[in-house]
């Protein structure tokens, strides 16, 4: 039987999503491989073994992927940026074909949620409560401020601005690429860390609250046991078709949480919600495996704080190295 190996790529900074997923499969002498495109980040030397990869917009990503999968006898690839979603998900059936699960989202869905003026489209047009959007053509004459505008595709908050008045919307219209602008949602911010299942029901669901946020990232925060967000996650699990990591943006206004943006994804607080008990390694691994996954929602300790910090690894000139795949050419991912 294959061992539990698990791929994570693009891991970066991610040293505690390693650490977690390295500890859901000790127990079963599984392995955390990871790549990256730089040899001085961190998580490299958090895992197992790490490979140099291609940029993930580079032709042959998949099939780069795909080859140290086969290589490293991999069961499951974790997939953790924007950019390479919806590139593996066109690729999981052909992962699929040597036995490997890729925790990726439809291809359908992955664009639509790289896109933040579709993805409220259509969990509008679905019934979910999400921000109204305007792409700048269409944006009506003299629209209430304060407004929000932002990227229509981009990632961590860049390129983001509260808007007061017409100068300033008439500046960044200009200023952002494909602006998108939505009302500025002024209230509470959450993200609902979701676990779905093959069939794209939410298994696990733990709202966070964002109170300190620092590059996009929760800096400080709280877990939430709210009904209200859960009922919100379950009706964005009915509107798109998940698998596996999923972190739903929202903002709580006038006593209903508002979502502006979804990442089909591990989230970057992801620490905290393994933290308060909810294992999402160990649950998308049962997952992937096969394995039957009861309901866990509401199970986690609400009221956990995280308050995070710096950390650095020290290497040596001759401990920075980023190993390239071994073997002839990657394989052609049809």
């Known amino acids: 039987m294959r061992s539990p190996d698990v791929l994570i790529t693009a891991a970066s900074r991610r040293v505690p999503l390693v650490a977690a997923f390295r500890r859901a499969i000790a127990g079963a002498g599984g392995r955390v491989i990871v790549?990256?495109?730089?040899?001085?980040?961190?998580a490299v030397?958090?895992?197992?073994?790490a490979y140099?990869?291609?940029?993930?917009?580079?032709?042959?990503?998949?099939?780069?992927?795909?080859?140290?999968?086969?290589?490293e006898r991999v069961h499951l690839v974790v997939?953790?940026?924007?950019?390479?979603?919806?590139?593996?998900?066109?690729?999981a059936p052909t992962f699929a074909r040597y036995g490997i699960v890729v925790a990726v989202s439809p291809v359908e869905t992955t664009l639509t949620c790289n896109d933040k003026f579709e993805t409220c489209r259509v969990l509008r047009a679905a019934g979910v409560e999400a921000a109204e959007s305007f792409l700048a053509p269409a944006l009506p004459p003299a629209p209430p401020f304060p407004l929000?505008?932002?990227?229509?595709?981009g990632r961590g908050g860049v390129g983001a601005?509260?808007?007061?008045?017409?100068?300033?919307?008439?500046?960044?219209?200009?200023?952002?690429?494909?602006?998108?602008?939505?009302?500025?949602?002024?209230?509470?911010?959450f993200t609902l860390d979701v676990m779905c299942d093959r069939a794209g029901h939410p298994v696990s669901i733990v709202p966070r609250e964002r109170v300190v946020i620092r590059s996009g990232v929760m800096d400080r925060g709280r877990t939430v046991n709210d009904p209200r967000m859960f009922d919100l996650a379950a009706a964005c699990a009915g509107a798109l078709r998940f698998f596996g990591p999923i972190n739903i943006q929202c903002r709580m206004v006038h006593g209903r949480p508002v979502v502006f943006e979804i990442n089909p994804r591990f989230s970057g607080g992801i620490p905290l919600t393994i933290a308060a008990g909810a294992d999402f390694p160990r649950l998308l691994l049962d997952i992937s495996s096969g394995r039957p996954v009861a309901?866990?929602?509401?199970?986690?300790?609400?009221?956990?704080?995280m308050t995070s910090y710096e950390s650095g690894v020290f290497l040596d000139d001759a401990d920075v190295r980023l190993e390239r795949l071994r073997q002839p050419a990657a394989?052609?991912?049809a």
Do not use: C, H, M
Request: proline share 12%.
């Open 35 to 42: 790549t990256d495109i730089n040899p001085l980040s961190p």
């Open 45 to 49: 030397y958090a895992a197992d073994r």
């Open 52 to 71: 140099r990869v291609p940029i993930a917009a580079d032709p042959g990503y998949a099939g780069e992927i795909l080859a140290i999968s086969l290589a």
């Open 79 to 91: 997939p953790t940026i924007d950019d390479e979603l919806p590139i593996l998900a066109a690729a």
């Open 148 to 153: 929000f505008v932002k990227p229509r595709y």
């Open 161 to 189: 601005y509260p808007i007061r008045n017409e100068r300033e919307l008439a500046f960044f219209l200009e200023y952002v690429a494909d602006p998108v602008v939505q009302p500025y949602l002024d209230g509470p911010e």
């Open 295 to 305: 309901s866990a929602i509401g199970r986690f300790s609400a009221g956990l704080w």
């Open 331 to 333: 394989r052609e991912v």
